[in-house]
T-cell receptor, first 113, second 113 residues
Framework: DGGITQSPKYLFRKEGQNVTLSCEQN?????MYWYRQDPGQGLRLIYY???????QKGDIAEGYSVSREKKESFPLTVTSAQKNPTAFYLC????????????FGPGTRLTVL | GENVEQHPSTLSVQEGDSAVIKCTYS??????FPWYKQELGKRPQLIID?????GEKKDQRIAVTLNKTAKHFSLHITETQPEDSAVYFC????????????FGTGTKLQVIP
């Protein structure tokens, strides 16, 4: 299970607050991803990054922001503009090229109080 | 963009019976089809994958089949065991360079002892 970590495991946020979720990987993967998981809706892509200092919006980017200042790190900020942020957030990473399997972190469960 | 549909959403089988989960995809350019298993509260983990140049792949009790013409692929689990109980996700993507993976909505499999 090592290689990609997320923190914290549980996070509580008051309405109107921004919160940042951490994702770190030591797999030397080029690409990193953030997904949101809601019951019955599978995994939906929020943002992804192929290389340092570059990232792209996924299918549900509104209300979220990311940065990729280091290859190992891809933090996600859930802003107050995200109307329904309570969900399970999963970070993943992968190589670019031949091997395109995604490896997932353990997830962060965010609850808005 | 790609659309992946997965059925059924829930599946109950008796221990020792087989389980089949089916997925369809819309983008004929998709050529990589992984399956992930997610136990309750844990991260999704890759259990098997198939690339578009093969029609079937087996790994012990699990197998995946792919019909490119019909654009559907299936996961088969034989001799099910209680530890197979989990949510299973299919996915589709296009290999090479950046890979954007589209996930199905998941199938909750319950194996009844």
């Amino acid at each position: 299970d090592g290689g990609i970590t997320q923190s914290p495991k549980y996070l509580f946020r008051k309405e109107g607050q921004n919160v940042t979720l951490s994702c770190e990987q030591n797999l030397n993967h080029d690409a990193m991803y953030w997904y949101r998981q809601d019951p019955g809706q599978g995994l939906r892509l929020i943002y992804y990054s192929q290389i340092v200092n570059d990232f792209q919006k996924g299918d549900i980017a509104e209300g979220y922001s990311v940065s990729r200042e280091k290859k190992e790190s891809f933090p996600l900020t859930v802003t107050s503009a995200q109307k329904n942020p309570t969900a399970f957030y999963l970070c993943a990473s992968s190589w670019l090229g031949d091997t395109d399997t995604q490896y997932f972190g353990p997830g962060t469960r965010l609850t808005v109080l | 963009g790609e659309n992946v549909e997965q059925h059924p959403s829930t599946l109950s089988v008796q221990e020792g019976d087989s389980a089949v989960i089916k997925c369809t995809y819309s983008d004929s350019a998709s050529n990589y089809f992984p399956w992930y298993k997610q136990e309750l509260g844990k991260r999704p983990q890759l259990i098997i994958d198939i690339r578009s140049n093969v029609g079937e792949k087996k790994d012990q009790r699990i197998a995946v089949t792919l019909n490119k013409t019909a654009k559907h692929f299936s996961l088969h689990i034989t001799e099910t065991q209680p530890e197979d109980s989990a949510v299973y996700f299919c996915a589709a993507s296009i290999r090479g360079g950046y890979q954007k993976v589209t996930f199905g909505t998941g199938t909750k499999l319950q194996v009844i002892p």
